[in-house]
């Protein structure tokens, strides 16, 4: 009964392959996002969709591609891979008003070697 | 867009002792304000959070504080626990489906 679920947990790689991060939320939320955080525990947006649509696109590379074949889930495809995408991607959903809490997937640890 | 400026980045305190952490943002359009603590290896969660037409909320030992006028809202632990040890986000949101995070404090409690 996982609210917010995402796969893989972990994830390593090496330099300029392509992978994907899932993610799926049984919350009937209308917004889902991708957040990353870095080695120092920053968290910075990705990415925001409402109800399929894209709404927020932070300054990100374009190797990044999220894709929402539903509202309930929000997949992220990152294409050449690079050392410096080594993270921790958190896929999130909230209401779509905002002002109300967002509920965070385990995360997804990338290591790019 | 937002900014969210967090101090202090670490917190060590006496398990016991309270802790408060202060936060400032910059889009005076912002009003909701939730804090989200994140334990080693885990996934932020909500702890508490404020709306802008409330200026102090309080959930047992955690209290937020909000000054809308300043832009600047605090998190005030009391009788803090081993348990309390982790990494504690502050966040603002303007209802344009972006929350804006702080840069985290980790607050260690020494037994």
């Known amino acids: 009964d996982t609210a917010v679920s995402q796969t893989p947990k972990y994830l390593v790689t090496q330099m300029g392959n392509d992978k994907s991060i899932k993610c799926e939320q049984n919350?009937?939320?209308?917004?889902m996002y991708w957040y990353k955080q870095d080695s120092k525990k920053f968290l910075k947006i990705m990415f925001s969709y409402n109800n399929k649509e894209l709404i927020i696109n932070e300054t990100v590379p374009n190797r990044f591609s999220p894709k929402s074949p539903d509202k309930a889930h929000l997949n992220l495809h990152i294409n050449s891979l690079e050392l410096g995408d080594s993270a921790v991607y958190f896929c999130a959903s909230s209401q779509p008003t905002g002002n109300t809490e967002a509920f965070f997937g385990q995360g997804t640890r990338l290591t790019v070697v | 867009g937002e900014n969210v400026e967090q101090h202090p980045s670490t917190l060590s305190v006496q398990e016991g002792d309270s802790a408060v952490i202060k936060c400032t943002y910059s889009d005076s359009a912002s009003n909701y304000f939730p804090w989200y603590k994140q334990e080693l290896g885990k996934r932020p969660q909500l702890i508490i959070d404020?709306?802008?037409?409330?200026g102090e909320k309080k959930d047992q030992r955690i209290a937020v504080t909000l000054n809308k006028t300043a832009k600047h809202f605090s998190l005030h632990i009391t009788e803090t626990q081993p348990e309390d040890s982790a990494v504690y986000f502050c966040?603002?949101?303007?209802?344009?489906?972006?929350?804006?995070f702080g840069t985290g404090t980790r607050l260690t409690i020494i037994p």
């Open positions: 966040a603002a949101d303007g209802g344009n489906e972006k929350l804006t």
């Open positions: 404020i709306r802008s037409n409330v």
């Open positions: 919350l009937g939320h209308d917004t």
